[in-house]
């Protein structure tokens, strides 16, 4: 049972436009939010996050929005640069119940000269 | 470089072989969590320690077994190893729970032949 879901595996982008990384949850109990950036080769980094009393939380040219009501959360970069294709990780977990964090399978982010 | 230490960076077996999978957190990190990245897959959540004991456990199956030592280093075993194992494993720490950011190793790729 996939928990969190990120239904694009992959997305292009010209350079200079907005990337916006779709992601989905199931389980209403989660209420911490994550993304994670891998490069080849590499662990994933974490990039930006949100708590579930939160709708919006921004970071330079990364800003991830929350809706509760759908279960869904977005990742906007703006501008896209072509250091930002990487694969891209949504994450779940739920601090004050356990210590899970559930991953999606990722999207990778093309971003086109 | 995240501070985290995984190693064998690359491991090829057979099937019905053991290995070990080893990590080192960055140091102050108590929590270590072990996720598995199949061909097309997300980060698998597999378990959880915390300053020594369990925390949490995901999808692990039985023939997976770890442990944190009192140094905080984590071992990874898997034994009865089939093809369907072969997958990167990451180690991942963080301070305390998963409200903190996780600090990922670089994987150890593992091929079961």
């Known amino acids: 049972d996939q928990q969190v879901k990120q239904n694009s595996p992959s997305l292009s982008v010209q350079e200079g436009r907005i990337s916006i990384l779709n992601c989905d949850y199931t389980?209403?109990?989660?209420?911490?939010f994550l993304w994670y950036k891998k490069y080849p080769a590499e662990g994933p980094t974490f990039l930006i996050s949100i708590s579930s009393i939160k709708d919006k939380n921004e970071d330079g040219r990364f800003t991830v929005f929350l809706n509760k009501s759908a279960k869904h959360l977005s990742l906007h970069i703006v501008p896209s640069q072509p250091g930002d294709s990487a694969v891209y990780f949504c994450?779940?977990?739920?601090?004050?119940?356990?210590?899970?964090?559930?991953f999606g399978k990722g999207t990778r982010l093309h971003i086109l000269p | 470089d995240s501070g985290v230490t995984q190693t064998p960076k690359h491991l090829i077996t057979a099937t019905g072989q053991r290995v070990t999978l080893r990590c080192s957190p960055r140091?102050?990190?108590?929590?270590v969590y072990w996720y598995q990245q199949s061909l097309d897959q997300g980060l698998q959540f597999l378990i959880q320690?915390?300053?020594?004991?369990?925390?949490a456990k995901g999808n692990i199956l039985e023939r997976f077994s770890a442990q944190q030592f009192p140094d905080l280093h984590s071992e990874l075993n898997l034994s009865s190893l089939e093809l369907g194992d072969s997958a990167l494993y990451f180690c991942?720490?963080?301070?305390?729970?998963?409200?903190?950011?996780?600090?990922f190793g670089e994987g150890s790729r593992l091929t079961v032949l």
């Open positions: 991942a720490s963080s301070v305390e729970g998963p409200a903190g950011e996780l600090f």
């Open positions: 994450a779940a977990t739920r601090p004050n119940r356990d210590d899970k964090i559930i």
């Open positions: 320690y915390y300053n020594g004991e369990e925390r």
């Open positions: 389980n209403s109990m989660f209420d911490y």
């Open positions: 140091s102050g990190d108590l929590s």
